[in-house]
């Protein structure tokens, strides 16, 4: 079975075998969503005390409903349920929850564990880093508008600025998210554990304590896995939990203790983040420059296109025609920075990225958790997907097949979408592999969000945050047309 994406960072030992400890990337990237009454400023505060209502209110199997998160946290049904939709596109694609692989017109019926709602609410306050530019300049400089709907307050996100400042080396790389994400985690470790673990009086004191259970839920954020294999539950890979008999009931174990263990796992991923960062600063260049782990990395004979583990990216494309098939990609994708281009890339997906591409037709054959499209001017996106976030983009068009509602958000302009609208011949099988229901096609239905993302690294002018964000129109139907996808690709 394939990894998720992460790049390898620290090992400890289990059974004589090394696994590795990661930051889980989908929460960060895909998980987070920009309500003001989900993001609270006041830490572990206000959470500790919803940590008890929603407790009360879940059944015996510790999950909750639409209904009653709606009630609690004030929100109407339709964000209640973008919480349970959302929560089930970022948990481990093998967890056994219901709603990992539910029905996504069921999904909502399933309701919620607690826990990973406790988890999925206190990230809300992470903030993202920046994307870093790509390395040919010329290339960029050569293909990106004078004039960028984001001149404005998203000037910093402006490719051709970043290129005229020449401050690439000074933006984040993949290893630098994945380092942020940790340091992320480090930090609010003591309140994670906090909102997972109950209280135990012994000898006359309360003490902290966490079941492997609730350790296991800590899952959501840190994964455990040996190299090129399944990921392994944190109680197994936990020295607290790992030899404990099955037919006996585990014992608890005190939440410091765990605090202390994962806390110098984190340590040790940082140190060997910081020593890759390091070598790829200082070691040879390749033609894709990707920032991923060198011991991981698969470089293709084509120009921009790498993979670390099921983690792919196509990178710099320029005015020219890229194809890629299942046994060339990943089961996630990246494509960044891509220009007067058009793109293929007919696989099976769990995950996709498009960030900063212009002028571009892009085909993505089936993606069964989420895609992202931000930043975007100008381009056409062909998806089958379970699900789709726009963010910041201008004059694009979306010729879309989706189960759940297209959710938008950002600073977008002059947005078109339409029916799904083309076809290859592994299309049906790709989309039963990734679980895209070909019966549901909500493209017309998209839910609006803010015009200001608080997750995102940059200041906005005050007021912003209260506007909504431009919805997408629909193409007229008389510019409505089949796509043919070239027999040879």
Request: charged fraction near 20%; hydrophobic fraction near 40%; aromatic fraction near 8%.
């Amino acid at each position: 079975m394939e990894e998720e994406g992460e790049i390898e960072t620290s090992k400890v030992v289990l059974k004589d075998q090394q696994i590795f400890l990661r930051a889980r990337r989908e929460p960060f990237e895909y998980g987070l969503l920009p309500i003001s009454k989900i993001i609270f400023s006041d830490g572990i505060t206000t959470l500790l005390s919803l940590k008890q209502i929603l407790i009360s209110r879940s059944n015996s199997l510790e999950r909750i409903d639409s209904q009653s998160i709606s009630e609690i946290l004030q929100l109407s049904i339709e964000y209640s349920d973008l919480i349970i939709d959302t929560i089930a596109s970022v948990l481990p694609f093998d967890s056994s929850d219901p709603i990992v692989n539910a029905n996504p017109k069921e999904i909502s019926s399933f309701g919620v564990n607690v826990y990973d709602l406790l988890l999925f609410l206190y990230i809300q306050s992470y903030k993202r880093l920046v994307f870093r530019s790509h390395k040919d300049s010329a290339s960029v400089a050569d293909v990106w508008p004078s004039t960028s709907a984001f001149d404005g307050y998203l000037s910093a996100l402006s490719p051709l600025q970043l290129v005229r400042s020449n401050s690439r080396k000074f933006m984040p790389s993949q290893v630098d998210e994945e380092a942020h994400q940790l340091s992320y985690l480090q930090k609010h470790l003591d309140n994670l554990l906090s909102l997972l673990a109950t209280s135990r009086e012994d000898e006359d004191e309360e003490s902290m304590v966490l079941t492997s259970e609730r350790l296991d839920h800590l899952g959501f954020l840190i994964q455990f896995g040996e190299k090129g294999s399944d990921r392994i539950p944190l109680s197994q890979a936990s020295p607290f939990f790992a030899n404990s008999d099955p037919e006996m009931p585990a014992v608890d174990v005190s939440a410091v203790q765990v605090h202390d263990w994962i806390y110098q796992n984190i340590t040790l991923a940082l140190e060997q983040t910081a020593e890759r960062g390091h070598l790829k600063e200082n070691g040879p260049s390749n033609g894709s420059d990707q920032d991923v782990s060198m011991a991981d990395v698969c470089i293709s004979s084509d120009k921009g296109l790498s993979a670390a583990r099921s983690l792919s990216f196509v990178e710099g494309i320029s005015k020219t025609s890229v194809a890629k098939k299942a046994s060339d990609i990943g089961s996630s994708v990246k494509v960044l920075n891509c220009h007067d281009s058009v793109i293929y890339i007919l696989a099976p997906l769990r995950y996709a990225t498009l960030y900063g591409c212009s002028d571009a037709t892009i085909v993505l054959g089936a993606v069964g958790k989420v895609l992202r499209v931000e930043h975007c001017e100008r381009v056409q996106v062909l998806t089958a997907a379970k699900r789709i976030c726009i963010a910041n983009c201008r004059e694009c068009t979306f010729f879309l097949g989706v189960n759940q509602r297209p959710l938008i958000l950002g600073d977008n302009h002059k947005m078109q979408v339409a029916p799904y609208n083309t076809f290859y011949s592994q299309l049906e099988e790709h989309m039963a592999q990734v679980g895209v229901d070909a019966t549901t096609n909500r493209w017309n239905e998209s839910l609006v969000l803010g015009t200001v993302d608080p997750h995102d690294a940059l200041s906005h002018p005050a007021g912003v945050s209260d506007t909504q964000a431009e919805s997408a129109t629909c193409l007229d139907p008389d510019q409505f047309t089949n796509f043919m996808v070239c027999s040879a690709v």
